[in-house]
């Protein structure tokens, strides 16, 4: 069974760092390309970044340059590293799975809420 | 990276039929066929109810169906019952090697 478990979010000052993971179950994080989704309370979803089975990564223009995608094969676990973080930054963050075979997020983690606030 | 464009609200009554649209550009749902739609929950991480325009995954009811023209795709749900209230997004894959969702759209079920 797929399963992706978040874990890493809570309170964090403005200018703070702080390091999300995900971990998966049911698949190989590696051979698969894995998603950062956010979503801001009462706000819609927003794509953070992507990384894909080669290893190429891509963010949103919101985060780029502050946040890196990363994942660590060993411990088939995906991460989010975001240094700089402001208050916009404030939203439940979700690991999803972006299915080659399908071209859509299939599987998506319950989430974990990063609050950034002084 | 624009949010693809839904509207904020549908409603219908039970047994009714509704259609959301989502409206994009060439470079996103004009110009590939990975447009997919998620219901979302309260609360509850988004679930898949369509993907690449018009697949449903096992185990959605086959109320549900998605469509595309040009720009702008768009979801129905036929028969719509009490448990479809919710909030559901489209999203896209996108030219630049990275993916865009809807502004997303609530369903009440009246």
């Known amino acids: 069974e797929v399963q992706l478990v978040e874990s890493g979010g809570g309170l964090i000052q403005p200018g703070g760092s702080l390091r999300l993971s995900c971990a998966a179950s049911g698949f190989t994080v590696s051979s698969n390309y894995m998603s950062w989704v956010r979503q801001a309370p009462g706000k819609g979803l927003e794509w953070v970044s992507v990384?894909?089975?080669?290893?190429?990564?891509y963010y949103a223009d919101s985060v780029k340059g502050r946040f890196t995608i990363s994942r660590d094969n060993s411990k088939n676990t995906l991460y989010l590293q975001m240094n700089s973080l402001r208050a916009e930054d404030t939203a439940v963050y979700y690991c999803?799975?972006?299915?080659?075979?399908?071209?859509?997020?299939?599987?998506w983690g319950q989430g974990t809420l990063v609050t950034v606030s002084s | 990276q624009s949010a693809l464009t839904q509207p904020a609200s549908v409603s219908g009554s039970p047994g009714q039929s509704i259609t959301i649209s989502c409206t994009g550009t060439?470079?996103?749902?004009?110009?590939?066929?990975?447009v997919s739609w998620y219901q979302q929950h309260p609360g509850k991480a988004p679930k898949l109810m369509i993907y690449e325009v018009s697949n449903r995954p096992s185990g959605v009811p086959d109320r549900f169906s998605g469509s595309k023209s040009g720009n702008t795709a768009s979801l129905t749900i036929s028969g719509l019952q009490a448990e479809d209230e919710a909030d559901y997004y489209c999203?896209?894959?996108?030219?630049?090697?990275?993916?865009?969702f809807g502004t997303g759209t609530k369903v009440t079920v009246l």
């Open positions: 999203s896209s894959y996108t030219s630049s090697s990275a993916y865009v």
């Open positions: 999803a799975r972006w299915s080659l075979r399908n071209w859509t997020f299939d599987y």
């Open positions: 060439s470079s996103d749902v004009g110009g590939y066929n990975y």
């Open positions: 990384i894909y089975s080669g290893g190429s990564t």
